[in-house]
């Protein structure tokens, strides 16, 4: 099976950047559905953005676009989130998780039970 590993999560200033990763073991990611998901206490997990198998289709949830990149190198086994002009709504537990499902160009997977690998977890803190 594979496992995935977050890392990257920290405190950033309301307007600053982070980059999260995702590693994978295990088995390659190269032919799986990737995507972050968020989720805070008073709050359930929440799409932020997915990428299908080459990286040829990108969507994003209504919180990860336009401030949000998902991005995905196969060879290393990893996927990133780069997060810029953050705010303080963005506070959560950042989670990396791959899907079985999907296809390479028009997967647009967004719901958590289409997910089947979930890593830990990584604490992003957006605060003064």
């Known amino acids: 099976q594979v496992q995935l590993v977050e890392s990257g999560g920290r405190l950033v200033q309301p307007g600053g950047s982070l980059s999260l990763s995702c590693l994978a073991s295990?088995?390659?990611?190269?032919?799986?559905?990737m995507g972050w998901f968020r989720q805070t206490p008073g709050k359930g997990r929440e799409f932020v953005a997915g990428?299908?198998?080459?990286?040829?289709?990108?969507w994003y949830g209504d919180s990860g676009k336009g401030r949000f990149t998902i991005s995905r190198d196969n060879a290393l086994n990893t996927v990133s989130l780069q997060m810029n002009s953050l705010k303080p709504e963005d506070t959560a537990v950042y989670y990396c998780?791959?899907?079985?499902?999907?296809?390479?160009?028009?997967?647009?997977?967004?719901?958590?039970?289409?997910?089947?690998?979930w890593g830990q977890g990584t604490q992003v803190t957006v605060s003064s």
């Open positions: 998780a791959a899907s079985r499902s999907g296809s390479d160009l028009f997967s647009t997977l967004r719901l958590e039970s289409d997910y089947h690998y």
């Open positions: 295990g088995g390659t990611i190269s032919r799986l559905t």
């Open positions: 990428i299908s198998y080459s990286g040829g289709n990108i």
